[in-house]
Each structure stands twice: as structure tokens, then as C-alpha cells.
């Protein structure tokens, strides 16, 4: 079904190809007048154009003293100006094109392509103080840019686009002003108005910053690689920015994210985002208004999602608006690509790990089209990624068998082993887009992302003769078979209903499913009877959401917006755990509601020198029957244009939350399950964050002190449980407690030029106080005390070259101090163990340095290298314990299991448009 669906979208957007008309941008309706005149005796051109203009009311932009040294002969005999345009500019240096707000501009052919709002307009103002209504655009694709600045030049007056990039500006002083249009990784745009603009439906068109385009003539333009000082906590970066910096296998947004100051970069086993002390369950996801509750592919060495389909990424590190709720640590808001309204566009990326391709088309003049598909194959650093995982558990499977495969060793007849281990992953983003009018945007966004992995072997050890004369035959079967992943979607209603009220409302779905077996049979047949055990454990984590919101933007003056809304979640969790194909440990089916509403206050005061930002979100959980109350506030405070003071402060609660399952000897393991009001109390933390800034034209030194409070913090553990699946009640496995984290992030950045990058800092602690682990405080799993990175990237002509380096002090862990071996009453004989205190021990520091470099042949195709951990850091993932009996003499064997050594990688990439 998933194949099918997937070839159906390919079909559909290939057929939009060639069945679908490409629409250029539509002439203004005044320049579509007959014109019937004469022209003789070699006229200079700004008299005719300016002759038409009054004549006809055409809507023409033009350089008088540009078009000063051209003369013209022409008869238009009932004919458009553009039909007129055409043969006059014939034979002149001169071309015309038709923007998107319909004016005919006739510039030079050797100079880009630039239209007279590029021009300060020398005219008198006709409007002022009047309300501006524009949204910002990609000059290429026509796609919609959220989130990007808008300023109106030598004033404070500005604001942002929203998601769907959109913006209003009020009492703007005329219409012959300059607007200072600004987004991550595009030129900032110095746009002047003009009063033939439409300031009803402007829309501003700026340019990629890495596009090698054609008669391009570009001066004093710059382009950030990352935002970093808008709102307090805010990093903000798109994807095409990521790709310039090295990867494992594939342009990864939350891998970017980890080379931040503040988010956690030395879990290679994890895209997760640990921010500021937070664990990856703690960070609210969102794409395209839909939680994803997975976000790894390929055990965590790179995320789920697809850097072709992304168009922005935000993540808040804390101290996050009222908007957001449901999580205590952060949120990374991500919004998909609409898809070109332009033109047909597709493009493939091929690495060593996987394929990834997309299409992307307009669908007449209402709809776009985008669909994004990426697979593994069996490539050799994919194979190099499968056996780091699985062969740890091969080896440790033959080393618990014992001489020959069978406990105990023996005399054997024949041998023979089987060994079965496939493994691939692939998600898959779809997006339709209608814009029925000028004030609505409707949009279908669907994601889904699987990993499959079979490490299943199985052994057959024929006769075991000797045995008091009796005929045994063995065979085993061990099976590790795992599937995860995430499927979801939202359908989304944006309008814009006046200059000053706007809603965008959703509806979304979002299923986080995960299986696992990983068991061993043994089957025995003694004389003719056959027996089978099973041991081993198996998991099953499944997990629904079902989300109705609704959001509303009104501004309400010139410096004060109100922000308010509605959202509804239905959750349904299901989690299963037992041992030994009988014993269940844990049986859960949790289902909870909560309904909230939110409002929060925009304003700006002191001339704008003044940003406050309160608000609250009040929940209603129906599992407890409780309100939840979170009060937030935010505030910027420009000393100068170039200092800013920041503060933030707020009070989060979190419903459904991922547990660790803590195992000693293997590694721990995660599971999603819903708060409740008994053993599993909701999680509360409150924030508060304090910092400055200071910012020069290519430079920004940022620095913010934090700290989190959090309570009702839960862990899952076995070991004080020594009877598992005999009586066992939940209550008797869940732990809570507090935990706080406080520390300093440190951000140096070089901003513009071609050679630019950042250099961050984190000071950190977290500690947990659950007192069924220790008596006292102790370290948590994400505790890292210092975090250094440093990020450069240099533009050599064809050549984008980059690199990093990291250095993490050890993270903590709890180790075995020892083992013994006791016969039970029953006369069997069981292992026991003595672990250390918690978290009580750390590894070593880690560290790496990755490295890349681009060569980019046209606009249009690249190839990229890079080498994961170039100087080849021996760094440690985790200990394994096990306790090993030999000659009634019990030892414990600790084995360091490593992260990935050094690993190159190639990538070649191409794009029709």
C-alpha cells in the first residue's frame, strides 16, 4: 500500500508537468489596454513611456536617466505594450519582464533583473500612515517565507511574517519608504515603495544567498548562516544552510541544531535534541502543526526528516511563549515546503547511505504540489552504521552460550548457523497547497518515517549423542526483529480576514509505533518428545494523537499585538513489556484529554526600544480533573542599537512524557505513556533565563544564564523488584523526583562574509533527586559539564568548505561494582550483581572533528565530501556488563561499546531548477 501510494504521487506530480499550464506573473489590467499611436523621428524613450503612461494609465517602471540614450520609431497599431515593447526593444540592449504586482519594467539586458521598488522613488508620497499588507516570497519558487523581517528603514517601525508569511504594518509614514527585508540564509532586500504599489497585497520577492544566477550583479548584499539574537532562547536556521556543514550521511536540520551552544552534540546515537539539560521527549516537534513523537532514523545517527522538504526551522531552547505547551524543555517548530509556484522542479541526492528525491509543481494557478521520498540501500557506510549496532549483540549472544553455541558446552553431532540481518529505513513527506483567494491558504501535509531492522540468526546443532544414552537434538532461534517509527498529518485552514485579524486552524494526526522482539528459542526433541522455551523480552509502544487547534493573530495598534487560542489533544497509549514469552511485566492502555486555551500580549514600548511578551495557557487534563495554570513572560530591552538586555521566565507542565527504562547491564531503553494521578504525576518546570547581547554589522557576542526547576520527574527500573511478574504493581517500577539544571550558554559568532561559523560555549549542571536511586542528589543521564564548539565555514570560489569541532566532558553512568552466583531454594542458580551508586561514575571526555567540502559545478548540481571524525576519537557509547561463571568462579566482564570511527562520505546532488 505504501509503494503504491508512493508511485501514485510521482505519477501525479509528473502529469501535473505536462498537463498543467506554467503561469508567468499577469499583467496589470491597465497594461493590457489597446493602444493605437504614433511614434516618429526617433523620440527618447522616457518621453514615449511617459507619453503611454498618461495616455493609457499603464503601469510601467523605468529608469529615466537609464533609458535617456535610446530613441524610438514605433506605430503601435492597436496593440498592448507588451506586443509594442516587444519590437521596439528588438534591437536596443534593453529587455522588459513582468513582476508579480503586474508592472511592465524595461531595465538593461547586462544588469539583473531589477525593478524600480530597488530604486528609491523620487516622487511625492501619495498615502501616509496608512496600513501595510505584503507577505515575503522566494524569488525562485514563489514560496511563502515565515518568520522572516520586515523593517521599515530609519524607524523602529517593523514586524515579522507569520507562518504562512504574511505581515501587516500599521501607520506606516508614506508610500515612497524603504523596507529593509531580511530571512536566514536569502540577501537582505532593500525594498522602496512606490505609490503605484498594491499596499493591500504587496509581495516582496528576495533572493537565495547560495544561488549562482545570470546576469547577476550583487553589491553590499549579506546573508546570516544562523539567527541567534531575535527572541530570547531562539536559534533559527534553514536548510539550506545546513547543507554546508559535514554530516554522517544526510543534510540533517537536528543535527545542525546539536552544534548549537546549549544543545547536547556528544549523543551520536541520538538526533534527539538534549537542550539545556532536557531529554529529547522534553522538546515539543512540531512540522507543519502536528507533533512527531520520533524523530531518529538508522538507531538516532541522523533524524527523521527530510532536508528537501523543509522550508524553516525554529527551536526555542526555553522560556517559550504561551503558544506552546505540552513539553518542559524546548520546542522546534518546522515548517514544510509548499512546493514551486512557479515552475516544475524536481531534484535527487545521492550519498553513501541512502536516495533522496523530490518534485515539486504548480498545479494551475491555485494549487502546488510537493512530494519528497527518501530509502536506504545496502551501501558500504550503511553496513558500517548496521554492524556497530548489531554485532555488539552477536558477540554477546555467542558468548552466553557458551563453548559450541549451548550452555554448558557438550559433544555434538553436526553444526550449522544461519544468520539473517537486513535493516533499512525511509520516510516519505507529501504536500498539497490551495489558495482559492487572496486571504486564504488551505494545505494537506502528510509524514511518515519507518526503520525495520532483522538481526534474527538461528543455529541448529543436530544430534547431541552421550547424553545417558539418550538420542538429544537442539535448535535455536534468536530473533531481533524492531520496527518504529512515526506517521502523521495535518490539514490547515489559513485566513486572513482584515489588515488586522488573522486565524490559521488545524486539524492533525500524529501515531508514534514501536515493536520489538528480541527473543531466543530453544527447541529440544529428547527421544522423540519435543520441548520449547523462550526467553528473552519483547515491546510494544504504540501511541496516538489527535489534535483539533485553532490560532489568532489580531493587531490590535501599531505596537501591540494579541495572540490567543484554542486546541484540543486526545491521546491513546499503549505499552506492553513482558520477559520470558510469559511473564509481563508491564501492561499499560492510557487514554487522557486535555483541552486549552492561551492568550499572550505583543508590545512595544519606549519607540520600540521595549519588546514584552506576556501571556498565559491554561489546560485542563481530564485523567487528573485538574486546571493547569502556566504563566509566561518575555522581555527585550535595546539599550543601544547594538546591546540588547533579555529576560524570560515561565511555568510548563507536560501530560505525555517518554520513560526511561533503566537497564545497567544493557543500556537503557525509552517508552511514551501518559501522566496520570497516581504513579505517574504530570511533570511541572519553571523556567527563568537571563542574558544580553551585543551586535556589530559581522559580528554577535550573545551570552544567557538559566535554570530549570522540575518536578514529578520519572524513571522506570526492575532492580529493586527481584520477583518480576509476580504480583507486580506499576507503582512498584515508577520513580519520580525532582531535578534541576542551571548553566550559562556563550555564542560568538562572525555573521557575513565567506568565511564565517561560530564559537559556543556551555556551562551546565543537572542534577535529580529521586530518592528510591540515592539518598541524596545525584548526576542526571544528560549531565554535561562543559561543551565547546567550534564551527567555520569558507566560500572559495566553486568550493563551500566547512568544518567542526566538539569537546564534551563525560557524561555520567551507573556502574557494576561486582557479582555473585547464589543457588535458590528451588536448587536453580541465579547471578546477582552490586551496582554502584547512581550515576556515580562518568566516561571520558569526547570529542571529534568533522570536515567537508562542496564543489558546486552550476546552480543546478554539486557534489559533496566529508569525513565524520577525522582524527578516528575512540569515543564510548556505553558499558556492558556481564557476569561470567567458569569453574564455580564468578567474574564480571565489562566491555566499552564504542561510537562510530572514522567515516567518509559522498554526496552527489542535482536539481532541474
Given amino acids: 500500500?505504501?509503494?503504491?501510494?508512493?508511485?501514485?504521487?510521482?505519477?501525479?506530480?509528473?502529469?501535473?508537468?505536462?498537463?498543467?499550464?506554467?503561469?508567468?506573473?499577469?499583467?496589470?489590467?491597465?497594461?493590457?489596454?489597446?493602444?493605437?499611436?504614433?511614434?516618429?523621428?526617433?523620440?527618447?524613450?522616457?518621453?514615449?513611456?511617459?507619453?503611454?503612461?498618461?495616455?493609457?494609465?499603464?503601469?510601467?517602471?523605468?529608469?529615466?536617466?537609464?533609458?535617456?540614450?535610446?530613441?524610438?520609431?514605433?506605430?503601435?497599431?492597436?496593440?498592448?505594450?507588451?506586443?509594442?515593447?516587444?519590437?521596439?526593444?528588438?534591437?536596443?540592449?534593453?529587455?522588459?519582464?513582468?513582476?508579480?504586482?503586474?508592472f511592465v519594467n524595461i531595465v538593461a539586458k547586462t544588469i539583473r533583473v531589477e525593478t524600480s521598488v530597488d530604486r528609491q522613488f523620487k516622487g511625492k508620497a501619495e498615502k501616509t500612515n496608512f496600513t501595510l499588507i505584503g507577505r515575503v516570497v522566494d524569488i525562485n519558487n514563489g514560496e511563502n517565507l515565515p518568520f522572516a523581517s520586515v523593517l521599515v528603514r530609519g524607524t523602529t517601525l517593523g514586524g515579522q511574517t507569520n507562518v504562512d508569511g504574511y505581515f501587516t504594518l500599521q501607520k506606516v509614514p508614506s508610500d515612497t519608504v524603504t523596507l529593509e527585508v531580511s530571512y536566514v540564509g536569502y540577501r537582505t532586500r532593500n525594498f522602496h515603495l512606490n505609490p503605484k504599489l498594491d499596499v493591500n497585497d504587496l509581495k516582496i520577492e528576495v533572493e537565495p544567498a547560495v544561488d549562482m544566477l545570470e546576469e547577476v550583479v550583487v553589491e553590499g548584499e549579506k546573508t546570516e548562516v544562523l539567527k541567534a539574537n531575535e527572541v530570547v532562547g531562539m536559534i533559527k536556521m534553514t536548510p539550506r544552510n545546513i547543507a554546508k556543514l559535514p554530516n554522517v550521511g544526510e543534510r540533517d536540520p537536528f543535527r545542525a541544531f546539536q552544534l548549537m551552544p546549549g544543545v547536547s552534540a556528544s549523543n551520536e546515537s541520538s538526533s534527539g535534541l538534549y537542550v539545556r539539560g532536557g531529554t529529547p521527549d522534553q522538546t515539543l516537534v512540531l512540522y507543519d502543526g502536528f507533533t512527531v513523537y520520533h524523530v531518529d532514523h538508522l538507531f538516532g545517527f541522523f533524524s527523521a526528516f527530510n532536508y528537501n522538504a523543509i522550508k524553516d526551522i525554529q527551536l526555542y531552547k526555553g522560556g517559550f511563549d504561551a503558544k506552546f505547551g505540552g513539553r518542559i524543555s524546548a520546542v522546534a517548530e518546522i515548517t514544510g515546503k509548499d512546493g514551486n509556484k512557479k515552475e516544475f522542479n524536481a531534484g535527487v541526492d545521492l550519498s553513501l547511505l541512502s536516495t533522496n528525491a523530490y518534485i515539486e509543481t504548480p498545479l494551475g494557478s491555485k494549487f502546488t504540489f510537493l512530494v519528497a521520498a527518501r530509502r536506504s540501500y545496502k551501501g558500504p557506510l550503511y553496513n558500517k552504521l548496521f554492524k556497530?549496532?548489531?554485532?555488539?549483540?552477536?558477540?554477546?549472544?555467542?558468548?552466553?552460550?557458551?563453548?559450541?553455541?549451548?550452555?554448558?558446552g557438550g559433544r555434538f553431532g553436526s553444526f550449522a548457523t544461519t544468520q539473517t540481518a537486513s535493516s533499512y529505513f525511509y520516510d516519505l513527506n507529501s504536500k498539497l497547497t490551495y489558495t482559492p483567494t487572496k486571504k486564504d491558504i488551505i494545505s494537506l501535509s502528510l509524514y511518515n518515517g519507518t526503520d525495520n531492522m532483522d538481526n534474527s540468526a538461528s543455529s541448529n546443532l543436530g544430534n547431541l549423542g552421550g547424553f545417558g544414552g539418550r538420542n538429544i537434538g537442539l535448535n535455536t532461534s534468536n530473533t531481533d526483529v524492531s520496527n518504529w517509527g512515526n506517521l502523521g498529518g495535518s490539514l490547515k485552514w489559513s485566513r486572513r480576514w482584515s489588515d488586522k485579524f488573522y486565524s490559521n486552524s488545524l486539524i492533525c494526526y500524529s501515531n508514534y509505533y514501536s515493536t520489538r522482539d528480541n527473543s531466543r528459542t530453544i527447541t529440544t526433541n529428547r527421544d522423540g518428545t519435543e520441548r520449547e522455551l523462550k526467553i528473552g523480552q519483547l515491546e510494544d509502544n504504540n501511541l496516538n494523537d489527535f489534535t483539533a487547534k485553532t490560532d489568532f493573530e489580531w493587531k490590535m495598534f501599531k505596537d501591540n499585538q494579541l495572540d490567543f487560542g484554542l486546541q484540543y489533544t486526545k491521546n491513546v497509549i499503549k505499552y506492553t513489556y513482558s520477559q520470558n514469552d510469559t511473564v509481563s511485566v508491564l501492561d499499560r492502555n492510557d487514554r487522557g484529554a486535555t483541552a486549552t486555551f492561551y492568550v499572550q500580549d505583543n508590545v512595544k514600548l519606549l519607540d520600540g526600544r521595549l519588546h514584552l511578551l506576556p501571556g498565559v495557557r491554561i489546560t485542563n487534563f481530564d485523567v487528573t480533573k485538574k486546571n493547569y495554570i502556566e504563566p509566561r513572560f518575555s522581555a527585550n530591552y535595546n539599550i543601544t542599537k547594538q546591546l540588547k538586555l533579555k529576560g524570560a521566565a515561565g511555568v510548563y507542565y507536560q501530560f505525555v512524557k517518554q520513560i526511561n527504562r533503566e537497564d545497567i547491564s544493557q543500556g537503557n531503553r525509552n517508552f511514551w505513556i501518559l501522566s496520570n494521578a497516581e504513579s505517574l504525576p504530570v511533570t511541572k518546570s519553571n523556567h527563568l533565563i537571563l542574558g544580553g547581547s551585543y551586535e556589530l554589522p559581522n559580528y554577535l557576542f550573545d551570552v544567557e544564564f538559566y535554570q530549570k526547576n522540575s518536578t514529578n520527574i520519572t524513571e522506570y527500573t526492575l532492580r529493586f523488584v527481584p520477583k518480576v511478574g509476580r504480583g507486580l504493581s506499576a507503582s512498584e517500577t515508577f520513580f519520580n523526583g525532582s531535578e534541576t539544571v542551571q548553566g550559562v550558554d556563550i555564542l560568538i559568532q562572525r555573521k557575513f562574509g565567506d568565511f564565517n561559523g561560530w564559537i559556543g560555549y556551555t556551562l551546565a549542571e543537572a542534577k535529580r533527586n529521586i530518592t528510591a536511586f540515592s539518598d541524596k542528589a545525584y548526576y542526571s543521564d544528560q549531565d554535561v559539564r562543559h561543551q565547546f564548539k567550534v564551527i567555520a565555514s569558507y566560500k572559495y570560489k566553486r568550493w563551500d568548505l566547512a568544518a567542526t569541532w566538539i569537546y564534551s566532558?563525560?557524561?555520567?553512568?551507573?556502574?557494576?561494582?561486582?557479582?555473585?552466583?547464589?543457588?535458590?531454594?528451588?536448587?536453580?542458580?541465579?547471578?546477582f550483581t552490586n551496582p554502584s551508586d547512581k550515576n556515580a561514575n562518568r566516561f571520558p571526555a569526547y570529542h571529534r572533528m568533522d570536515i567537508s567540502a562542496t564543489y558546486n559545478f552550476s546552480?543546478?548540481?554539486?557534489?559533496?565530501?566529508?569525513?565524520?571524525?577525522?582524527?578516528?576519537?575512540?569515543?564510548?557509547?556505553?558499558?556492558?556488563?556481564?557476569?561470567?561463571?567458569?569453574?564455580?568462579?564468578?567474574?564480571?566482564?565489562?566491555?566499552?561499546?564504542?561510537?562510530?570511527?572514522?567515516t567518509p562520505n559522498v554526496t552527489l546532488s542535482w536539481k532541474l531548477r
Avoid at 556492558?880 to 568462579?889: A, K, L, S, W, Y
Fill in 1 to 102: 500500500m505504501k509503494r503504491f501510494l508512493l508511485s501514485s504521487l510521482f505519477i501525479l506530480s509528473f502529469l501535473s508537468h505536462y498537463l498543467q499550464a506554467q503561469e508567468a506573473p499577469k499583467l496589470a489590467e491597465e497594461n493590457k489596454k489597446i493602444i493605437k499611436d504614433e511614434f516618429y523621428n526617433n523620440i527618447p524613450m522616457p518621453a514615449v513611456l511617459s507619453d503611454l503612461e498618461k495616455k493609457y494609465s499603464l503601469k510601467l517602471l523605468y529608469d529615466k536617466e537609464a533609458l535617456r540614450e535610446f530613441s524610438v520609431t514605433h506605430w503601435f497599431e492597436n496593440q498592448t505594450i507588451e506586443t509594442g515593447l516587444k519590437s521596439i526593444l528588438k534591437k536596443l540592449p534593453l529587455k522588459y519582464y513582468i513582476d508579480d504586482n503586474g
Fill in 388 to 408: 556497530r549496532f548489531t554485532s555488539e549483540n552477536q558477540t554477546q549472544t555467542q558468548q552466553q552460550q557458551g563453548p559450541g553455541g549451548f550452555p554448558g
Fill in 809 to 831: 566532558s563525560g557524561r555520567p553512568y551507573t556502574s557494576i561494582l561486582g557479582a555473585y552466583q547464589l543457588t535458590l531454594l528451588d536448587g536453580s542458580v541465579k547471578n
Fill in 859 to 902: 546552480s543546478h548540481f554539486n557534489i559533496g565530501f566529508s569525513i565524520f571524525n577525522l582524527y578516528n576519537r575512540s569515543n564510548t557509547w556505553y558499558k556492558r556488563f556481564q557476569v561470567i561463571t567458569e569453574d564455580d568462579i564468578t567474574a564480571l566482564q565489562i566491555t566499552n561499546v564504542k561510537y562510530l570511527g572514522i
